[in-house]
């Protein structure tokens, strides 16, 4: 089975400019997870969506930073504009609320986007 | 405020020398606490979910144990292979499905 997929995997970029990231969770997986990490901070929750709506958006840095995800088997993280401090590793992560007990979701991670903003 | 500290944060060991990495946390409702592995340049890859107080899970030369307060990576017998992060995080009941992590233990098996 295919895992959690990211595009790019690497992404070099100037200040100022608009990225965006995508993923696509494991088929079946009704939750999806955005973190970002840094050596500063290690992994932190940006936003999650559960059954393609947004949960909780709590962690985005502020209004430079958006996500959607239109439909199931696809969603997207955008930074436009891009600053260097956005430099970082950003994963999306999927689970399934209907794996094991109905509130203990196991989160498989994808292999990452490293963003470097000049 | 839900918390997770991890130590040490680096650990050096020799091929077969066991050792135990912990993982302390303060959760208002602990959901799930949940190990991943992390090698260089990947994601992190899961490992064990521990549910409740007394909980033991095993893979390979790895368990994972679990207190109120804290939880425990004991890997018996190392090999080299075994190098790399490991991370922990905590899910609380009223947090949603929120993972809150440690900053991690970076292990070195030494041949």
């Known amino acids: 089975d295919a895992g959690v997929i990211q595009s790019p995997r690497h992404e070099v970029t100037e200040m100022g400019q608009e990225v965006t990231l995508r993923c696509k969770p494991i088929?079946?997986?009704?939750?999806l997870f955005w973190y970002r990490q840094t050596m500063m901070r290690g992994l932190e929750l940006l936003i999650y969506?559960?059954?393609?709506?947004?949960?909780?958006d709590s962690g985005m840095p502020e209004d430079r930073f958006s996500a959607k995800m239109p439909n199931a088997s696809f969603s997207t993280l955008k930074i436009q504009p891009s600053e260097p401090r956005d430099s970082a590793v950003y994963f999306c992560?999927?689970?399934?609320?209907?794996?094991?007990?109905?509130?203990?979701?196991?989160?498989?991670f994808g292999p990452g986007t490293r963003l470097l903003v000049l | 405020e839900d918390q997770v500290t991890q130590s040490p944060e680096a650990l050096r060991l020799q091929e077969g020398e066991s050792s135990s990495l912990n993982c302390s946390y303060t959760?208002?409702?602990?959901?799930?606490l949940f190990w991943y592995r992390q090698d260089p340049g990947k994601g992190p890859e899961f490992l064990f979910t521990?549910?409740?107080a007394g909980e033991e899970k095993e893979k390979e030369r790895l368990k994972a144990t679990l207190t109120k307060k804290e939880s425990f990576l004991h890997i018996t017998a190392p090999k080299p292979e075994d190098s790399a992060t490991y991370l922990c995080?905590?899910?609380?009941?009223?947090?949603?499905?929120?993972?809150?992590f440690g900053q991690g233990t970076e292990l070195s098996v030494k041949p």
């Open positions: 969506f559960n059954n393609n709506v947004p949960i909780d």
């Open positions: 995080a905590v899910q609380a009941y009223n947090q949603g499905g929120k993972l809150i």
């Open positions: 088929s079946g997986h009704n939750s």
């Open positions: 521990l549910y409740s």
């Open positions: 992560a999927s689970s399934s609320t209907r794996q094991g007990g109905p509130n203990q979701e196991t989160q498989y």
């Open positions: 959760v208002s409702g602990l959901r799930g």
